[in-house]
């Protein structure tokens, strides 16, 4: 019943198609990191204004369809002539670098709450320790805030990635031949959809299976303190002749 | 401005009804979630080690497999069952599954992963010494359930269902690619038919947000009413 051929064929054809997502994921990882430090710069700021407009970028990616931001970006840009005649068009064009700009501004959004999460909770004594040591402010950022920062977001970061890694397949729906866009590829062609719908699956699967490990090593190895701690103590040698 | 009227030639009347389909296809999915959920969760606290195994491998497949092909898998697959059982009974050709329904059911299980950890949560939450008081004054389990558990775990759980249905209505989005006219749906055809893509995905968007800020607003309010209890009790302490 099963065919295996078929399957260890398929799969390895959907394994090729890998780098794509991968490098979806990827740059839309490192440059939604980037806006959403950028953002959280913004949403903690003492002018109004700039937290507002924060605050509004954060509400309003947050509270739509990725989906409908990516078609806004490839469908919707394409048709003002300004954008269609200047520098950025050569760019805009490619399906690639709109899904990577539509998954970075969307993620950015999620991120920057993370971190701001992680920045309130960083305890006040610890910071105003650096100040009374005369650290100035880019010192005490660097030293003091964010590592423990990085280390309070992690766990929510992780998620965040996976999250970010499902939503690469999205990028198959503007002809990015991702692993989706390759497994509907080969069941137009072999109308055998369940097969190489699990295959993809399966990849994806995999795939999130090696980033949630990555996070959690990351996790053991920033929390050095708390592992020694659990440790168990060893045991007291009774003394000679006691 | 006029493409958005509600008149014979506007795509208002198109865009509001697809935006009431969106809200009943989430509510629907949220519904099938909440008893997914609650099975995957009572699976999860089980003593017994393979239906914790199970639970737990419910929510990492459905929690680690992209929406997308969530929804792909049903549709194709829930038409390819239903065919196959058609032809069972002399039926020819290719039947398609009903869209609606098996677009909630995709969106409804994702969901149900993603509550189930939320009622997990919320039953690690309580206190041990309530569930062993009422054992001690011989409420049978049933009555434990509905009186002590389930009150508390509603009102423990409702900020995570707050984000779990925010994720099901955005998800619901993805339903628009088997074809049934829901919000993105709409604003797909209305933008490929006026060639106006920015302002319908635009319009599309807002109304999401709006969605998106009227279940905020309301799930804040139920927040606070189910907290009553507790806020006065905290009240008369100081």
Same mark, same amino acid.
């Given at each position: 019943?099963?065919?295996?051929?078929?399957?260890?064929?398929?799969?390895?054809? $959907?394994?090729?198609?890998?780098?794509?997502?991968?490098?979806?994921?990827?740059?839309?990882? %490192?440059?939604?990191?980037?806006?959403?430090?950028?953002?959280?710069?913004?949403?903690?700021?003492?002018?109004?204004?700039?937290?507002?407009?924060?605050?509004?970028?954060?509400?309003?990616?947050?509270?739509?369809?990725?989906?409908?931001?990516?078609?806004?970006?490839?469908?919707?840009?394409?048709?003002?002539?300004?954008?269609? /005649?200047?520098?950025?068009?050569?760019?805009?064009?490619? =399906? @690639?670098?709109?899904?990577?700009?539509?998954?970075?501004?969307?993620?950015?959004?999620? #991120?920057?709450?993370?971190?701001?999460?992680?920045?309130?909770?960083?305890?006040?004594?610890?910071?105003?320790?650096?100040?009374?040591?005369?650290?100035?402010?880019?010192?005490?950022?660097? &030293?003091?805030?964010?590592?423990?920062?990085?280390?309070?977001?992690?766990?929510?970061?992780?998620?965040?990635?996976?999250?970010?890694?499902?939503?690469?397949?999205?990028?198959?729906?503007?002809?990015?031949?991702?692993?989706?866009?390759?497994?509907?590829?080969?069941?137009?062609?072999?109308?055998?959809?369940?097969?190489?719908?699990?295959?993809?699956?399966?990849?994806?699967?995999?795939?999130? @299976?090696?980033?949630?490990?990555?996070?959690?090593?990351?996790?053991?190895?920033?929390?050095?303190?708390?592992?020694?701690?659990?440790?168990?103590? =060893?045991?007291?040698?009774?003394?000679?002749?006691? | 401005?006029?493409?958005?009227?509600?008149?014979?030639?506007?795509?208002?009347?198109?865009?509001?009804?697809?935006?009431?389909?969106?809200?009943?296809?989430?509510?629907?999915?949220?519904?099938?979630?909440?008893?997914?959920?609650?099975?995957?969760?009572?699976?999860?606290?089980?003593?017994? *080690?393979?239906?914790?195994? %199970?639970?737990?491998?419910?929510?990492?497949?459905?929690?680690?497999?992209?929406?997308?092909?969530?929804?792909? %898998?049903?549709?194709?697959?829930?038409?390819?069952?239903?065919?196959?059982?058609?032809?069972?009974?002399?039926?020819?050709?290719?039947?398609?599954? =009903?869209?609606?329904?098996?677009?909630?059911?995709?969106?409804?299980?994702?969901?149900?992963?993603?509550?189930? +950890?939320?009622?997990?949560?919320?039953?690690?939450?309580?206190?041990?010494?309530?569930? +062993?008081?009422?054992?001690?004054?011989?409420? =049978? *389990?049933?009555?434990?359930?509905?009186?002590?558990?389930?009150?508390?775990?509603?009102?423990?759980?409702?900020?995570?269902?707050?984000?779990?249905?925010?994720?099901?209505?955005?998800?619901?989005?993805?339903?628009?690619?088997?074809?049934?006219?829901? $919000?993105? &749906?709409?604003?797909?055809?209305?933008?490929?038919?006026? *060639?106006?893509?920015?302002?319908?995905?635009?319009?599309?968007?807002?109304?999401?947000?709006?969605? #998106?800020?009227?279940?905020? /607003?309301?799930?804040?309010?139920?927040?606070?009413?189910?907290?009553?209890?507790?806020?006065?009790?905290?009240?008369?302490? /100081?």
């Amino acid at each position: 019943m099963i065919d295996f051929a078929f399957l260890s064929d398929t799969f390895l054809k $959907l394994s090729a198609a890998l780098p794509v997502t991968l490098g979806l994921f990827i740059s839309a990882f %490192l440059c939604g990191g980037v806006l959403a430090m950028g953002i959280l710069s913004l949403r903690m700021s003492r002018w109004r204004v700039l937290s507002g407009f924060a605050r509004g970028y954060i509400l309003v990616f947050r509270g739509s369809p990725l989906m409908i931001q990516l078609f806004l970006i490839y469908y919707g840009l394409g048709q003002f002539g300004v954008i269609r /005649h200047s520098f950025v068009w050569p760019f805009l064009r490619e =399906p @690639f670098i709109c899904a990577v700009l539509a998954l970075s501004l969307c993620t950015a959004a999620y #991120t920057a709450e993370i971190l701001r999460g992680a920045l309130l909770a960083v305890p006040a004594g610890q910071v105003e320790a650096g100040l009374a040591c005369g650290m100035s402010r880019w010192l005490l950022l660097r &030293r003091i805030i964010a590592p423990i920062m990085l280390r309070y977001a992690l766990p929510a970061y992780s998620t965040e990635a996976i999250l970010l890694v499902k939503s690469t397949a999205l990028a198959s729906l503007v002809t990015v031949w991702d692993v989706t866009g390759v497994a509907q590829q080969i069941i137009q062609r072999t109308y055998r959809t369940m097969e190489v719908f699990v295959c993809a699956a399966a990849i994806y699967l995999i795939l999130n @299976f090696i980033i949630v490990q990555l996070y959690a090593l990351l996790e053991r190895r920033l929390s050095v303190q708390h592992r020694v701690a659990k440790k168990p103590l =060893p045991a007291v040698k009774p003394l000679a002749g006691e | 401005m006029s493409l958005l009227s509600f008149g014979a030639d506007g795509w208002g009347r198109l865009i509001l009804s697809a935006a009431c389909t969106t809200l009943l296809l989430s509510l629907v999915a949220l519904m099938i979630g909440a008893v997914v959920g609650s099975g995957v969760a009572a699976a999860k606290l089980s003593p017994q *080690r393979w239906l914790r195994w %199970l639970g737990e491998s419910y929510s990492v497949v459905f929690r680690g497999i992209p929406e997308l092909l969530v929804i792909y %898998l049903f549709y194709f697959g829930g038409s390819g069952l239903i065919t196959l059982v058609g032809q069972m009974f002399g039926a020819d050709g290719f039947i398609e599954a =009903p869209p609606f329904l098996i677009g909630a059911l995709a969106i409804g299980l994702i969901s149900g992963s993603y509550q189930g +950890e939320v009622y997990r949560a919320a039953r690690l939450a309580l206190a041990k010494g309530e569930v +062993e008081a009422a054992v001690a004054i011989g409420m =049978p *389990r049933w009555r434990i359930a509905q009186r002590i558990l389930l009150p508390q775990v509603v009102r423990y759980a409702l900020p995570g269902m707050s984000n779990v249905w925010q994720m099901s209505l955005k998800d619901s989005a993805l339903v628009s690619v088997t074809g049934i006219v829901e $919000l993105m &749906r709409a604003s797909q055809v209305a933008a490929g038919s006026t *060639r106006d893509y920015f302002t319908f995905y635009l319009v599309g968007g807002a109304c999401y947000l709006v969605l #998106t800020l009227v279940s905020n /607003h309301a799930f804040r309010r139920a927040e606070s009413r189910l907290g009553r209890a507790w806020q006065s009790r905290t009240a008369a302490q /100081h």
